[in-house]
């Protein structure tokens, strides 16, 4: 336990200088070395003492190390540092002017050698200023690291229609994305995470990229355990009624009951209630609905209001706030009269699950590459990676099969795997085969065979995905919400905390088995999409959307006990759509305020990255597409060339002019469209990115 006033022993893991820079040993943490790395956190400045007969060194191995105790702490220059300048470490401890982070701030000016003061101020990024990249470099880092082979990134697309489905043969940001990387000849490790309920979701088109991660309200055909977001559940478990959600206590689970007996108890949004059947968890939300009576108030309710629970007991208390990382409500004392609390579905009652004493064959494949996707190249050793739950009652498990092209099995000999593990915890799945020829590979955990080999109950499975162990890149799309305003957008995320914790996890263990850190990018974009119910996009809504989707990101981080320096961010306005820079409502969201407001939030929030994609295409560059501007100074649309817009009337049975999207990607059954504007914004986004890192 601490005591006040005191810090703890510290040893040192090697020779270390007066005055240096010392971050916790890889094995003790109390056993100290050198740090000498920008990314490195430093745990603590050695005071200037030197160890008995010996005027050199502070500590050799073994020898106690005594840290500066305060804010304030004296360095040793590296090179030249002036009042002000950021700072981090390097050779030998001592610190230089820092490009990425910074962990102190000059409070003299030094050369190399010197001694002199510094304020500690934590680990900070400096803000860039634009004109087309502003606030942290952390994910510019990232993409360098990629793009050098260095390390790995995985990227996951939010927003509105333009992030993209290939469910539907709608291109977007997220093949785009996945487009550029390929283009660049950056290494693709592998393919998106994708709900076991996806009834295989790939896309209908030859092109590189499958089906995204979507996340929906859970309301409807999703509370009844379709977690794809379309409306009919998963063929797989439907047929015979076996399924149905997989609670925490490893049984089946309805949805979760109105809470009764509500009482508030303090003045900062805390309430008791009757004991629940299922659960309360922090990240679900509580919808509060009905007219107000009885004693006590909530300042902020309206008739309904959906607020999210940000503390609770499991069953009898729960503390609320308006939004995910908020501050609690206000409310007085008192026993409410006439209202309705509904609990959200818990995202751990969304796996598929096959009861215990039912079994299943097989009827649907639950992933596919085609032949030209980067994981199906000759010679590749690829997994086939399953999520699943573990039970403690015997006799469950699934019976995982690849296929080729050609249906032929690529598993030899069949087997089964139990889900028989400690009580209701997560576990994984692997199994590997070498491509070979060009062909396609679909697979599934449903396979049909001898008795054996079925899929029994209990049984629970979370995820899917084929990834091979190299470092690289992988894209997943969280949400494809056509037609979604910002707000509207942070909502449906915000109300999905446990949900992305999940994938989350699964992105980051499947990125360290495959060689890299565990690096996460969340890329968002919205603003177009204004409706009278929305009404138009503003800077103030835009700006809290963008933080409130941050701040649930960081928070199923910070829950998981990641460490923060491996999680970025990129958010984008919306692409332009007229000369004005108007939204979908016209005049009355004019997008060039919402940039603007975008930028400096970046600015004034030094974990958060935005790029200006208008710096990137602006709406002339857009309607000139793979053309050429005209001698009027007009893009001439009818002699060369096609825009990245959707749809432009110069190309014949396209239907009507549609710029709230770009191009890319299948239309119809057969044509693809002549330009791809969504990898043209993607390719210009990943140059900002590493011009700046």
């Not at 304030?72 to 981090?88: H, N, P, W």
């Not at 599934?444 to 084929?466: D, I």
């Not at 910002?486 to 449906?492: C, E, G, N, P, W």
Request: proline share 5%; hydrophobic share 35%.
């Amino acid at each position: 336990m601490g005591i006040a006033g005191h810090t703890p022993n510290f040893t040192a893991a090697g020779t270390i200088l007066p005055f240096s820079c010392v971050k916790a040993g890889t094995t003790d943490p109390f056993r100290v070395q050198v740090a000498t790395l920008e990314d490195e956190v430093v745990l603590g400045i050695t005071d200037g003492s030197t160890r008995a007969f010996d005027s050199t060194n502070h500590a050799v191995a073994g020898d106690p190390v005594v840290l500066q105790n305060s804010e304030f702490v004296q360095l040793r220059a590296g090179g030249t540092i002036a009042v002000g300048d950021g700072l981090r470490p390097t050779t030998n401890g001592a610190v230089i002017v820092a490009t990425a982070r910074i962990q102190f701030v000059a409070c003299d000016a030094a050369v190399s050698g010197e001694i002199f003061w510094a304020q500690r101020v934590g680990s900070v990024e400096p803000a860039m200023a634009g004109p087309v990249v502003y606030g942290s470099s952390r994910a510019s880092r990232f993409m360098a690291d990629l793009a050098s082979g260095t390390d790995s990134a995985d990227f996951i697309i939010i927003g509105d229609s333009n992030v993209g489905s290939a469910a539907f043969d709608f291109w977007g940001y997220f093949s785009g994305m996945s487009e550029t990387l390929f283009q660049r000849g950056y290494t693709n490790y592998g393919g998106p995470i994708s709900p076991a309920m996806n009834s295989r979701g790939s896309d209908n088109a030859p092109s590189f990229w499958r089906s995204s991660v979507n996340l929906f309200t859970p309301t409807g055909a999703l509370q009844s355990g379709n977690t794809s977001g379309g409306a009919t559940a998963y063929a797989g478990w439907s047929t015979n009624g076996n399924f149905t959600r997989y609670g925490s206590s490893g049984v089946p689970v309805s949805d979760p009951n109105n809470l009764t007996g509500v009482q508030i108890t303090s003045t900062n949004g805390e309430f008791l209630c009757n004991a629940t059947t299922i659960p309360i968890r922090v990240g679900q939300t509580l919808t509060i609905s009905g007219t107000f009576g009885g004693s006590g108030t909530i300042p902020s309710y309206t008739n309904p209001k959906t607020y999210q629970i940000i503390a609770t007991n499991g069953s009898t208390t729960f503390q609320l706030s308006e939004s995910v990382a908020g501050a609690p409500i206000a409310t007085t004392t008192g026993i409410p009269a006439g209202l309705t609390y509904k609990p959200s579905v818990d995202s751990r009652d969304d796996w598929a699950y096959l009861a215990t004493g039912s079994a299943q064959y097989f009827q649907t494949f639950g992933y596919e590459i085609r032949s030209n996707h980067p994981l199906a190249a000759t010679g590749q050793t690829v997994f086939w990676r399953i999520r699943y739950g573990t039970d403690p009652a015997t006799g469950g498990g699934f019976a995982p099969m690849v296929f080729n092209g050609s249906s032929a099995e690529q598993f030899s000999p069949r087997a089964f795997q139990s889900s028989l593990g400690p009580s209701y915890s997560y576990a994984a799945y692997e199994k590997s085969w070498v491509t070979s020829g060009t062909t396609s590979y679909r697979a599934t955990w449903s396979f049909v065979g001898p008795s054996g080999e079925q899929c029994k109950g209990p049984l629970a499975v979370h995820s899917v995905s084929m990834y091979r162990k190299v470092k690289g890149w992988s894209v997943h799309s969280h949400s494809y919400l056509g037609g979604f305003s910002s707000d509207a957008i942070a909502t449906v995320i915000g109300n999905n905390l446990d949900r992305i914790k999940l994938l989350l996890q699964e992105i980051r263990e499947r990125q360290i088995l495959a060689g890299g850190s565990g690096r996460v990018v969340v890329m968002y974009q919205f603003g177009v999409n204004a409706t009278t119910t929305s009404q138009p996009e503003t800077p103030t809504k835009w700006v809290q959307a963008a933080k409130d989707i941050w701040a649930t990101y960081k928070l199923a981080w910070k829950n998981l006990g990641y460490p923060e320096s491996d999680l970025a961010t990129v958010g984008w306005v919306s692409h332009q759509i007229d000369a004005q820079d108007n939204s979908s409502l016209g005049t009355g969201g004019n997008l060039a305020t919402v940039r603007a407001a975008a930028n400096q939030m970046a600015i004034d929030n030094p974990d958060m990255t935005v790029v200006d994609i208008k710096r990137l295409f602006n709406y002339n560059q857009l309607l000139m597409g793979t053309g050429e501007i005209g001698a009027t100074g007009v893009p001439a649309l009818s002699t060369v060339g096609k825009p990245y817009y959707q749809r432009i009337s110069n190309w014949p049975n396209a239907g009507s002019d549609f710029y709230q999207h770009l191009s890319g990607g299948l239309i119809g059954a057969t044509t693809w469209h002549p330009t791809d504007g969504y990898t043209a914004m993607m390719n210009g986004l990943v140059s900002a990115l590493l011009a700046s890192a």
